[in-house]
């Protein structure tokens, strides 16, 4: 079967509608795992140990199992307890409730770095526990996690054809409905590969920026 | 009363081709990743542009584009390959390029007096490697492998979606047939979370396996 321009040029309209979906949900997931991610790694910390544990355990099994059987989950299960969900919310919220069990870890990882003697001082100064934290701590904490970050939602980005599977009509979804009805393979999906593979390329390029700007951290 | 047992034994066998999956991707994942790592690190220009440009393309694009690539657009081009043949094909060579960079990380971390003692021993570049670089590299790549085998596993959950019928096509059937949707994905979810326990009990009992006898040595 060979490549064929026109096809390509016919199905162009309807990929882009697709692409706009699929950034759509990227940007949504990516705010949403961030804020999920700080819950998680505050909770982690919580002096509660019941409430850290247990959030350490839920943490763990959504990192443990699949996004696509936890997008099922949301999809599927929640309407029986009437949770009715459209598809692409069912979608943001799988992405963001996985991704951000990850971004809890940087968060965690990036809240350790801050050098013991920042909490003395904090406490020499008399400064509150909040005090410490919105002045003291994340402004420090925040940076050096910036690539860590935008590594995990470049991560997502490229996980957003699963969303597919339970009828978002993103990228991944318009490529197959187009594949299907003219059935032609070959232009719609190497299509969806080369997009995706050149927003990760630019990302790389993105990233080392990241890095270099914000990956130091000053001691 | 549903009949639960019955499609029990359905979600079991759907359990054997996941767990089939997950070892056959993992075998062909660990053979790229050395291919690639080690081409990584090659003196030849050739073999380093070789292996960046499989790492970059694998970890560009999705696990889920691959798929539907090696299933729907192969064929057309003369590889006519099954859904197991395709699933294992897709998730080797994409886990493969993530841990091609663990395995060139891990290399690249042991010391240069480890170097230099292979050249003061007269090894070989590739006595040296076999004999003193790998073997220390290897637990330096153990616990990061683990990880990686982990996302294998549950990268396989998207191989349902080209027909091949592991936990969670047949969660699907069992939705289809029953109409219970929390039954079906919760016990999938749970099947999926304790291989991945079990995965990260092995490598952290290969690890210490491994690294009996290294007390002191390494740093």
Known sequence: ?219 | MTQWSGYFGLILQGALVTIELTLMGSVLALIMAFLAGMGRLSRFFVLRALATAYIEFFRGTSIFVQLFFAYFVLPLVGFELTPLQAGVLALGLNVGAYAAEVVRGAVQSIGREQHEACIALNLGRWQGMRHVILPQAFLVMLPTFGNNAIELLKATSVVSLISLADLTFQAQVVRAQTGNTMVPFTTILVIYFILALLISWGVRSLERRMARGLDGVRV
């Open chain 1, 1 to 219: 079967m060979d490549w064929d321009w026109d096809f390509v040029r016919q199905i162009l309209p309807t990929l882009i509608q697709g692409v706009k979906i699929t950034i759509l949900a990227t940007l949504l997931g990516s705010v949403l795992a961030a804020i999920v991610g700080l819950g998680i790694a505050l909770a982690r910390r919580s002096p509660n140990k019941a409430v850290s544990r247990s959030v350490g355990w839920v943490a763990e099994f959504i990192r443990g199992t699949p996004l696509l059987v936890q997008l099922y989950f949301i999809f599927y299960v929640l309407p029986d307890i009437g949770i009715l969900l459209p598809p692409l919310v069912a979608g943001v919220i799988g992405l963001g409730l996985h991704y951000g069990t990850y971004t809890a870890e940087v968060y965690r990882a990036g809240i350790d770095n801050v050098p013991r003697g920042q909490w003395e001082a904090a406490k020499a100064c008399n400064l509150s526990a909040r005090q410490t934290w919105s002045h003291i701590i994340i402004p420090q904490a925040i940076p050096p996690m910036i690539p860590a970050l935008a590594n995990y939602f470049i991560a997502m980005f490229k996980e957003t054809p699963l969303l597919s599977a339970i009828t978002v009509l993103e990228l991944m979804n318009q490529a197959k409905s187009v594949a299907n009805t003219y059935y032609r393979y070959l232009e719609p999906i190497t299509l969806v590969g080369a997009f995706f593979l050149a927003i990760s390329l630019i990302s790389v390029v993105l990233l080392r920026w990241l890095e270099r700007r914000y990956g130091k951290i000053e001691r």
